[in-house]
């Protein structure tokens, strides 16, 4: 290998890491004052909840995820508080469901839709910001995650003043480890579907796919 490639690949690598370091700092500071876990009394009258989607199960061994677990009791403890006019569950159509009767099971009465169309981040974001434009909408999900909710909120929503999240324990199973790494990864994807357009996963509109849960 010549000096030439060398310096090549380490410009090449440096910019790399500098772009994914970068990344995650930018959109960790989205979440900065905006986590109401720990400050009760500054949680809005009549927000929406909105509870981002994750598997009950580990696909393969069937063991329950604490993080799914640990998320819905943080949805439930937020909607204890009597100040969630409305919850949304989005993600795939069956986390959509599972974490409605979760939810459900919980005690949680508040009504809930189903956004079944939530299959990233970005189209969760998306269709809350377009169905709810005046709302004050709060996120539920582990921190790493209410970081990057918000950050997209910031970016393609004039509601970013009225985005807020109320972050879920982080555990202590290996896959909660897991999936702050992966996070790690999907920081820098965020910046890179911002970049390019912003666009949803599906075919369905943004203004379109919520379902009641019946």
Known sequence: MGPTLRRIILWVSGLLSAFFIISNLWI???GWGRD???????????AVL???GLDERDEKTGKLSECFKLRIEAAAQLCRTGKIKLVVTSGLNSQARTMADRLRE????TPIVLDPYGWR???SVKRAAAVFPYATIIYVSQGWHCDRALWFTDRISTNQYQALSYSADFGYEPTAYFNFLRDFLAKPKA?????TG????TTVDVADGYKVYL
Do not use: E, Y
Request: hydrophobic share 45%; proline share 6%.
């Open 106 to 109: 919980a005690g949680v009465t």
């Open 121 to 123: 981040t970005l189209d």
């Open 28 to 30: 960790w500071s989205a």
């Open 50 to 52: 909105v509870l981002l």
């Open 191 to 195: 910046v890179i579907d911002w970049l």
């Open 36 to 46: 109401l876990r720990n400050t009760p009394d500054r949680i809005p009258q009549d």
């Open 198 to 201: 912003s666009k949803i996963t």
